[in-house]
DNA sequence: AGCACGCCGACT
DNA sequence: GTCGGCGTGCTC
């Protein structure tokens, strides 16, 4: 009897093709495949095989590709992936398949696009946009490339052949080896070992388990027991991590504790080596990866353990082709393989919170810091009693207790969630404001790059000499701090101290960001100011003082996590503080001392803020989460005008069961040329979201032209 | 992802 | 006229 193959192809295709599989070849679920698509030949896994009446007129597979066959789990996770984001099931597949085809072998697989100086032969808009992205000098994916300049990737294609831009290959690294479970360690506290023992699921019984504890408090200890235990029992360990914390100053740790470093798995390693991990892991010879989200998808033949570090951190959602949750599809593919997930966090996003404390997931706290550590001090400073001098903005006790901190000797950090040197720029004589040209956001003024940019988008230009509206000279007025406005002021302050300003956009690069938080790190530096960078995955052992110069930045922004953001952001920063036995001090500037985000952060109280946030959600009709779907209204700019009257109309008559947030309250923007709303859609009661929408938007007033709505998953807590 | 097709403005 | 650039739709 002859079989039908249902081939699942990784490209942008929901449905599996119908395949013949001819005689002599013997096909089982979930093996990779090569089958002619138009016309050429592609990659495939088979997605479910039957059998069919003779005389069909499908295309043959044309045969079986010699790699490990994608496993039951992993195919269900993918199935689940696709459903749950709305994407189509080639995507999902494509994450999953990164395949050692010769091309990447021979080559790289990852390839980077990157201007090489040349300018195009015909410089059209659409190359322009391009080129002006491109400009910066660095490497870029051909589709991230497009996307950022809003144009299509033939445009990007066009420019590869002509010369303006090129593409480069990127290098790789050496392979890990087998971890020693019983490597000698530092013993652990009495609190580290009983939630070591908690962290081990009854037999039979895996689920997830919320791992809390305060920074300094040992949650990696912990944890690197369950991977022990995973290891001992000849499994294999998965630990995700954000990528920027995917550090060496991680590796080593793990090294400390297993006496060689782990498998390291990011979007930075690429070629060869990439495929020599995938087939390490795929082998069993891997027994552990750290990794960021793209991990997820690597074929663990017998994954015993799915850590997912710092859970709370939004570098977990990818934001790009398949929007997904990586925490949440740790936690579905710790489900389908049948193993414990650890999701470990000092500041547990909500969703993970309410999941715990409804018994979803088991909750382990580990109340102190280790060593005797104690927290820092945290005080208020009212910025309404005590102002800062015209044009300045460190308020006097703030910088106060910078001197005194100095005199002491000690290392001092100040965090201002802002980069550049001014969010605003305006024309004294007219008035006008510079605002980006695809967004609606201002321009930031970038001081060390004498350039005005776009937060948003990217977008930069020269800051000009004289007021592009009125022509006026010298009355362009920078409006706020950012932080290299505050070293300005600092230095002025404190002359003689060394200070160094970190934030994303380092001067230099990463490289010298690395060697700059190193320097930090050994003490080479009594006042560091930096933006969120500072508060994320480095460790600062000589910190004794946080100073936080605008609390209040972020809390009303309209994004409905806001005030969890913060909270999050400042409790991290101010943690910050301490070294050794020494109890550290934290000084946070705000205009709202009694706003629940601040008033929880200075008394230390997390418990409260985690209960008054999810009374005011369900207060205000508010599920505690959600999947938040943006409905996206692409449009050029001819027609953006109509597209936004008719997107309005659109969300103005949402289905039941769907919360709209509205132009008042949300982001309503236009981002990269594109306007773009956000819906909040209760999940809770069942209902099928993903249809529900579909067939929403299917309904809807149709668009016309050049006009598209789509519905475009931001994918929360999918319980 | 590739590739064909068709539309549209530029040009020997 | 046609040619190159660019958006769109299709591939079992």
Not at 654 to 673: D, S, T
Request: hydrophobic content about 40%; proline content about 8%; some cysteine.
């Amino acid at each position: 009897m002859p079989q039908t193959a249902e081939i699942l192809i990784p490209l942008a295709l929901d449905t599996a093709y119908s395949y013949a599989v001819p005689a002599g070849l013997s096909l089982a679920e979930g093996d990779v495949v090569q089958v002619p698509l138009g016309p050429r030949e592609t990659v495939g896994v088979v997605w479910g095989l039957a059998e069919s009446a003779s005389g069909s007129n499908l295309r043959p597979v044309t045969g079986r590709i010699d790699v490990p066959p994608l496993s039951e789990p992993l195919r269900r996770l993918v199935d689940w992936l696709a459903r749950y984001t709305l994407a189509p099931k080639g995507s999902a597949l494509a994450m999953a398949l990164r395949l050692p085809d010769e091309a990447a072998a021979r080559e790289s697989l990852r390839v980077g696009v990157r201007a090489t100086g040349s300018p195009p032969a015909r410089a059209t808009a659409a190359r322009t946009k391009v080129m002006a992205v491109a400009a910066d000098g660095g490497l870029r994916g051909k589709t991230a490339l497009a996307k950022e300049a809003g144009v299509s990737l033939s445009v990007v294609d066009g420019l590869i052949d002509d010369g303006a831009l090129e593409t480069v290959a990127l290098e790789p690294e050496p392979v890990a080896l087998p971890p020693d479970p019983d490597h000698p360690r530092v013993p652990l506290s009495e609190a580290q070992e009983e939630a070591a023992r908690a962290l081990l699921p009854p037999e039979g019984d895996p689920g997830a388990t919320l791992l809390e504890g305060v920074t300094g408090s040992g949650k990696t200890e912990v944890y690197f027991e369950g991977v022990a235990a995973c290891v001992r029992a000849g499994r294999q360990a998965l630990i995700l991590m954000p990528e920027i914390a995917l550090t060496a100053q991680f590796l080593d740790r793990f090294a400390a504790r297993f006496g060689v470093r782990p498998a390291a798995w990011h979007s930075g390693i690429g070629g060869k080596r990439r495929e020599r991990i995938r087939a390490g892991v795929a082998s069993g010879e891997i027994a552990v990866v750290v990794g960021a989200r793209s991990a997820l998808f690597l074929p663990f033949p017998r994954l015993g353990l799915i850590v997912v570090d710092e859970e709370h951190e939004s570098a977990y959602k990818q934001e790009d082709g398949v929007h997904y949750h990586a925490r949440d599809m740790a936690v579905v593919r710790g489900k389908l393989e049948g193993c414990p997930v650890v999701l470990a966090s000092a500041t547990p996003s909500i969703e993970t919170r309410v999941n715990a404390q409804k018994g979803r997931y088991r909750h382990v706290v580990l109340p102190e810091r280790f060593g005797g550590r104690r927290l820092p001090d945290i005080r208020a400073v009212d910025m309404r009693l005590d102002k800062p001098e015209r044009g300045r903005f460190l308020a006097p006790p703030m910088v106060d207790a910078v001197k005194h901190n100095l005199a002491a000797g000690e290392q001092s950090l100040l965090f201002l969630n802002r980069r550049g040197y001014a969010p605003l720029t305006l024309c004294r004589a007219c008035g006008h404001r510079y605002q980006c040209r695809n967004c609606s956001t201002w321009l930031v003024e970038h001081r060390f790059r004498r350039a005005l940019v776009c937060h948003q988008c990217g977008y930069a230009e020269r800051k000009p000499e004289a007021c592009v509206e009125c022509g006026a000279f010298d009355h362009l007025t920078p409006c706020g701090p950012g932080v290299e406005r505050i070293a300005e002021e600092v230095a002025e302050l404190f002359p003689e101290q060394r200070i160094v300003v970190l934030s994303s956009d380092f001067p230099g690069g990463a490289e010298r960001l690395r060697a700059e938080l190193q320097t930090v790190a050994e003490g080479g530096c009594d006042i560091v100011i930096g933006t969120q960078l500072v508060a994320k995955g480095h460790n600062f052992p000589h910190l004794t003082l946080v100073g936080v110069l605008d609390a209040d930045i972020g809390l009303t922004t309209g994004d409905p996590r806001a005030a969890e953001r913060t909270f999050q952001l400042l409790q991290q920063v101010t943690g910050r503080a301490g070294r050794g036995e020494r109890p550290g001090r934290a000084l946070v500037q705000t205009y709202q001392p009694d706003h629940p985000v601040i008033a929880a952060l200075l008394s230390g109280d997390a418990e409260r803020f985690y209960d008054e946030e999810i009374a005011a959600r369900e207060a205000a009709g508010l599920p505690p989460f959600g999947r938040l779907a943006a409905l996206i209204v692409s449009a050029n700019e001819r027609e953006a005008a109509e597209a936004h009257g008719q997107a309005l109309a659109r969300v103005a008559e949402p289905p039941p069961g769907v919360m709209v947030l509205g132009p008042a309250e949300a982001p309503l923007a236009l981002i990269r040329g594109r306007w773009r709303f956000r819906l909040l859609a209760k999940t809770e009661r069942g209902i099928d979201l993903q249809a529900y929408l579909r067939d929403w938007l299917a309904r809807g007033p149709k668009v016309r032209g050049n006009v598209k709505v789509a519905i475009d998953v931001d994918p929360q807590s999918f319980l």
